[in-house]
């Protein structure tokens, strides 16, 4: 059981160069999320999936689309990157949305120069 | 908007002290409670948690304690060991249905051997 897993783990991007960030959960969950991790700021909410074939905004969407692929998989995109999108990206999911544990993964520690 | 306050932001302690962290929150209709512990390099990951109906919750060394007047809650450790090294993360949710998840900025806490 490897839980929630994002891929990559670390990845340096040049202004304007766009990339997608994976993650794949196998609990069989409903509800999964991303979040970024800046220091002092907490984890701030990107996007998130109440269930499969939904997605909707969280605090901080601009500069970032998701796509629910499946159950299991939801990407994160950066169309164009900034260097204020450099940042810790943690991929989430529960069994429903809210009010309940949420699994996360390991991170992706994204640089953008 | 809602938001959760969380101090101290780090916290020095020896080895077998007792360690508090406290975490304040605005929106009234929150009512789940958990923390999650992050180690280096890792995602956070659930320690323990406490929904609104219950006063104080404990699990070994980890106890939380919640006031509803007061919007505010709590997390004890106890007997603190090398381990307990790591940053948590005070969170407060409402029940199934929001995506509204929100998290304190980070206890950055050191047990000094």
């Known amino acids: 059981n490897a839980g929630v897993t994002q891929t990559p783990k670390f990845q340096v991007l040049k202004t304007g160069q766009s990339m997608t960030l994976q993650c794949a959960q196998d609990m069989n969950h409903n509800s999964m999320y991303w979040y970024r991790q800046d220091p002092g700021m907490g984890l701030r909410l990107i996007y998130y999936?109440?269930?499969?074939?939904?997605?909707d905004k969280g605090e901080v969407p601009n500069g970032y689309n998701v796509s629910r692929l499946n159950k299991r998989e939801f990407s994160l995109r950066l169309e164009s990157a900034a260097p204020s999108q450099t940042s810790v990206y943690f991929c989430a999911s529960s069994e429903a949305l809210g009010g309940q544990e949420a699994f996360f993964g390991q991170g992706t520690r994204l640089t953008v120069v | 908007g809602e938001n959760v306050e969380q101090h101290p932001s780090t916290l020095s302690v020896q080895e077998g002290d007792s360690a508090v962290i406290k975490c304040t929150y605005s929106?009234?209709?929150?009512?789940?409670f958990p923390w999650y512990k992050q180690e280096l390099g890792k995602g956070p990951q659930l320690i323990i948690d406490?929904?609104?109906?219950?006063g104080e919750k404990k699990d070994q060394r980890i106890a939380v304690t919640l006031n509803k007047t007061a919007k505010h809650f709590s997390l004890h450790i106890t007997e603190t060991q090398p381990e307990d090294s790591a940053v948590y993360f005070c969170?407060?949710?409402?029940?199934?249905?929001?995506?509204?998840?929100?998290f304190g900025t980070g206890t950055r806490l050191k047990v000094l051997a």
């Open positions: 929106d009234s209709a929150s009512n789940y």
């Open positions: 999936s109440a269930s499969e074939g939904t997605t």
């Open positions: 969170a407060a949710s409402m029940s199934s249905g929001t995506y509204k998840y929100i």
């Open positions: 406490i929904r609104s109906n219950v």
